[in-house]
């Protein structure tokens, strides 16, 4: 399976609702051996460190199919641990109800879920392909 970007990621600015500090989303489209894979969103925070919370929305991306299932994470800082980890959480916990999100997973939902192998292969292509995401996590000082 080769995973690639289909074009540049799109980011934006925001303000997190938590702590009122700015952050970035950023929006990827992932292809899976050229055809759409899936879409990515990624918040990019500073709280108790770098964090990127990633949400990942598998299904077909046309009009009228109703499939789409998402997963989430957080990247970031973890007790007695030099590096950062992944770890999962409730899907889109951020964002409303929608049909591009389709069904959102809960963490025990997705750490059973046949596709939970898939997710970590986006994600971890995400944190050394996307430059922002990449930067943000390893880089950032």
Same mark, same amino acid.
């Given at each position: 399976?080769?995973?690639?970007?289909?074009?540049?990621?799109?980011?934006?600015?925001?303000?997190?609702?938590?702590?009122?500090?700015?952050?970035?989303?950023?929006?990827?489209?992932?292809?899976?051996?050229?055809?759409?894979?899936?879409?990515?969103?990624? &918040? %990019?925070?500073?709280?108790?460190?770098? =964090?990127? *919370?990633?949400? #990942?929305? $598998?299904?077909?991306?046309?009009?009228?199919?109703?499939?789409?299932?998402?997963?989430?994470?957080?990247?970031?800082?973890?007790?007695?641990?030099?590096?950062?980890?992944?770890?999962?959480?409730?899907?889109?916990?951020?964002?409303?109800?929608?049909?591009?999100?389709?069904?959102?997973?809960?963490?025990?939902? &997705? %750490?059973?879920?046949?596709?939970?192998? =898939?997710? *970590?292969?986006? #994600?971890? $292509?995400?944190?050394?392909?996307?430059?922002?995401?990449?930067?943000?996590?390893?880089?950032?000082?």
């Amino acid at each position: 399976m080769t995973l690639t970007l289909d074009g540049d990621s799109e980011s934006r600015e925001a303000t997190c609702n938590h702590c009122g500090r700015q952050y970035s989303t950023v929006s990827s489209f992932v292809l899976k051996d050229g055809s759409v894979y899936c879409v990515a969103k990624t &918040a %990019l925070h500073d709280h108790d460190g770098q =964090e990127a *919370w990633i949400d #990942v929305v $598998f299904g077909t991306f046309e009009d009228g199919v109703d499939d789409h299932i998402s997963f989430g994470c957080r990247v970031g800082p973890v007790e007695a641990s030099p590096e950062p980890a992944a770890t999962a959480v409730n899907a889109a916990q951020t964002y409303g109800d929608s049909a591009f999100w389709g069904q959102k997973l809960t963490r025990e939902e &997705a %750490l059973a879920h046949p596709r939970i192998s =898939e997710f *970590w292969s986006v #994600v971890d $292509f995400l944190l050394v392909n996307e430059p922002l995401i990449e930067h943000h996590v390893h880089h950032h000082s």
